[in-house]
């Protein structure tokens, strides 16, 4: 299962090796050998881990107890109050302990750091700022609204402050990502238009300098102070499932934070870690004992070293750049680079010193490195990690030369480098969607600049090798089948497949070999195959298309072009994965038992593999035989196949009790599944010793006639949260979007799209 990610005690987790952009073939899940494919090494890179196993100590201010519970209802762990850190011992591990603010004063500078982690909770509709002196002691500080109030937003600060999701290296691994910059002097402004701001960002940075807080004078503090700060950062949390990249940009580089005092950048920076702001932008020419100690106590955050030369003397090939580089990669996980340059050739330098710095420093992390101003843009298009973008709604551009998505897009797309592709949905007449996909896409694309067709097709439906038509294709860019097909009956049945990579068949990941269905093609090419900032030695081998026979299939000819190869994968898992973990941290999954219903091995295989990744420690089956891949190294499994299996079940105690009911089984079945909810349901809230709500997901399409009642609504009334197949469906479709074009396309966004309201 997925490991065990040790941190230390204090602030301080210790610090996972950057990935550097390159992909890391260990998986802990289920490894057994399918010699006939070649598997791509894809990691759980946002697979929840165990994360920080010190207690956590929630302090809340007056009549603000509620807060705890929540916290603990997230969390999925019992609470207890207490009136001091001195009264917290080893004897509540297991615990999320509250503490009232007043009392937490006495004792937190005093605290056992390796025992406990403490978070400062404050309800900002009781006013700015929080206690300083709490604020300053505490490891993490959560600014929150009651009404409304956004579970998603705590859900996701547990659970990346503790270290039990982060998403870095599945960022890092990406070929490309992106980061919009908001300008606004109130990011209130940008709020109901952030979906669509964030379309094609794998980030949002907070310019926290342009900020502008009225001093209720008709004019504005020259410094944000950190609670207009901290309200900001909130306020865009609570709205964007995005990392937040929080930046104090310099006068001196092109921004509003002065620079007489270092000191007051560690300050704002260091909030921002004890916010748990994901990624921490960190100037160069800070004193090195500052960028040093961010360094040490970012935690789970990421700091960006920064570094942007205006002064137009800059040059890519001097000693000068090359020290900036080293100086920069000492105290970073991204090294940013920024200049003014006057001549187009010098975008080859800086491609030039790119591949320079990533052959001579293999171990550094990855590189942004981009040229400012009209002459700079080229280089924009370049780029690869973390490239900054601007959109049209945005009041200014955060730096001359900023390009949007689309421009960079529709620019490599001239270019030659995004040649125009067709991508295809290809479902069987029986499951036709009941939202209609085409228009969906084309929204995407266009929004993206993106040269792309999409078309939606049907397939023969007993015949699973008619896909090949359209991806054996000189134009193809990949697809997405719904329903998913069997990758072993497509290689036994499609010699254009199973001659791919030289009669090896495609590439296949992990999750879709052990899942053992497909429900993406991904196309990679050479320049697609190798990660943006990997070591310059890595180079794929080319798969020999054209001509290959294997035993048993004719020949088959393939159309691809050269250096070009598919990758079979399955998203839905993860959209499984992304609506069970929205509301809850992954440790109120661990060690629970849970329920899946479905009609066949097939159905539920997603299901499995996505529980398998929440820890879950025991799975009790309805209605199917679990694969045995799937049963081996996971859960244990235990298939209801009597009534006295079920009361056995009911019977166990609440702790052991099946926590999460997933169903996939079609709506002709409501009637059944309603009646295991009712079953597992009246053993009450999710054990005696907690108030954690337990979790029903129904995968049936919500769109279809039912037989019997909606099992959801029985589910709510019974004291369940509710989950529906259009929130994995969405959550599904954000990553087959990120598989398929490689870009990034908010939650939010698809749900809205698809006409259905948010959350
Ligand atoms: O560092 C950067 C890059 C940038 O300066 C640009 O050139 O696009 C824009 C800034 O907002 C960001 O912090």
Redesign the pocket.
């Known amino acids: 299962m997925a490991t065990v990610q040790q941190l230390s005690a204090g602030p301080t987790p210790a610090r996972p090796r950057s990935t550097n952009g390159t992909r890391d073939g260990d998986m802990d899940v289920d490894s057994s050998p399918s010699p006939e494919l070649s598997r791509t090494a894809s990691k759980f890179g946002s697979e929840p881990q165990r994360g920080d196993p010190r207690i956590v100590v929630i302090i809340y201010g007056d009549g603000q107890d509620g807060i705890v519970s929540t916290f603990a209802e997230v969390l999925g762990k019992p609470l207890g109050l207490k009136s001091g850190f001195s009264e917290v011992s080893t004897a509540d591990k297991g615990l999320v302990i509250g503490i009232q603010a007043g009392a937490a004063k006495n004792d937190i500078a005093a605290r056992n750091k390796d025992l406990v982690v403490a978070i400062n909770a404050h309800c900002v509709d009781l006013g700015m700022p929080p206690d300083v002196y709490l604020s300053e002691q505490c490891d993490y500080e959560f600014l929150y609204t009651k009404a409304p109030f956004f579970r998603r937003d705590l859900s996701r600060f547990i659970s990346f402050t503790l270290g039990q999701i982060n998403h870095h290296e599945t960022l890092m691994a990406k070929p490309r990502t992106y980061f919009i910059?908001t300008?606004f002097p109130d990011v209130s402004a940008a709020l109901p238009n952030l979906d669509i701001l964030t379309v094609g960002a794998d980030a949002v940075?907070l310019?926290v300098d342009l900020l502008k807080e009225p001093t209720g004078d008709g004019t504005y503090s020259a410094v944000p102070s950190l609670s207009y700060v901290g309200r900001q950062v909130m306020l865009l949390r609570q709205r964007t499932e995005l990392p937040l990249?929080f930046?104090t940009?310099c006068t001196r580089?092109?921004g509003r934070f002065p620079m007489g005092d270092p000191d007051l950048y560690y300050e704002y920076l260091y909030r921002a870690i004890q916010w748990g702001v994901e990624y921490i932008?960190v100037e160069l020419w800070l004193p090195e004992e500052i960028r040093k100690r961010l360094f040490e106590v970012r935690g789970n955050s990421r700091i960006m070293s920064?570094f942007?030369d205006f002064s137009g003397t800059f040059r890519w090939p001097s000693p000068e750049a090359q020290q900036v580089y080293v100086e920069s990669s000492k105290y970073a996980d991204i090294v940013?680079m920024?200049a003014i340059i006057n001549d187009h050739h010098e975008n080859f330098e800086l491609e030039y010193f790119r591949s320079k710095m990533r052959a001579e420093y293999p171990d550094s992390p990855p590189f942004s490195g981009?040229n400012?101003e009209e002459t700079g843009q080229f280089s924009?298009t370049l780029n690869k990690v973390f490239t900054?973008i601007t959109h049209p709604l945005l009041p200014i551009v955060?730096?001359?030369?900023?390009m949007s998505a689309s421009e960079i897009n529709t620019a490599l797309s001239l270019l030659g480098q995004l040649p125009k592709k067709t991508i295809w949905g290809i479902t069987s007449p029986l499951f036709r969607s009941s939202i209609p996909q085409a228009p969906f896409f084309e929204k995407c694309f266009n929004e993206l600049g993106l040269p792309h067709q999409f078309a939606v097709v049907e397939r023969q439906p007993n015949n699973v090798a008619s896909v090949e038509a359209w991806c054996n294709q000189k134009n193809f860019g990949g697809a997405y089948l719904s329903p998913p097909v069997s990758w072993s009956s497509l290689l036994k049945h499609s010699a254009f497949f199973a001659s791919l990579n030289n009669g090896r068949g495609p590439e296949l990941t992990e999750a879709a070999r052990v899942i053992g269905t497909v429900d993406t093609i991904v196309v990679r090419t050479a320049s697609s195959l190798s990660p943006p900032s990997g070591p310059a030695s890595i180079s794929p081998s080319p798969p020999n298309h054209g001509t290959n026979t294997t035993a048993g299939l004719s020949s088959a000819i393939s159309n691809l072009p050269p250096n070009t190869s598919l990758v079979l994968d399955n998203a839905s898992w993860k959209g499984i994965l992304s609506a069970l973990t929205r509301d809850l941290a992954p440790s109120a999954y661990f060690g629970r038992s849970a329920v899946a219903l479905a009609s066949s091995g097939d159905d539920a295989a997603s299901v499995i593999f996505a529980l398998r990744a929440l820890n879950i420690s025991k799975i009790y089956t309805v209605g199917f035989k679990t694969p045995p891949v799937l049963a081996k190294n996971g859960p244990a499994i235990e298939p209801f196949n009597s009534l006295e299996s079920l009361q056995r079940a009911r019977m166990v105690g609440d702790d052991a009790a099946p926590f999460v009911i997933v169903s996939a089984l079609g709506p002709e079945k409501s009637n059944l599944v309603g009646m295991l909810v009712r079953v597992f349901g009246a053993t009450g809230r999710g054990s005696s010793s907690n108030n954690t709500r337990k979790v029903f997901l129904d995968l049936a399409d919500t769109a279809s006639a039912r037989k019997g009642g909606d099992p959801s609504i029985v589910a709510e009334q019974i004291g369940f949260s509710a989950y529906s197949s259009a929130d994995t469906a969405a959550f599904t479709t954000v990553e087959t979007l990120r598989l398929l074009v490689g870009q990034n396309v908010p939650y939010s966004f698809v749900r809205l799209a698809s006409g259905r309201s948010l959350f």
């Open positions: 910059s300008t940075e310019r990249i930046t940009r580089e092109n932008d920064a942007h940013k920024i981009v400012m924009r900054p955060a730096a001359p030369g900023q």
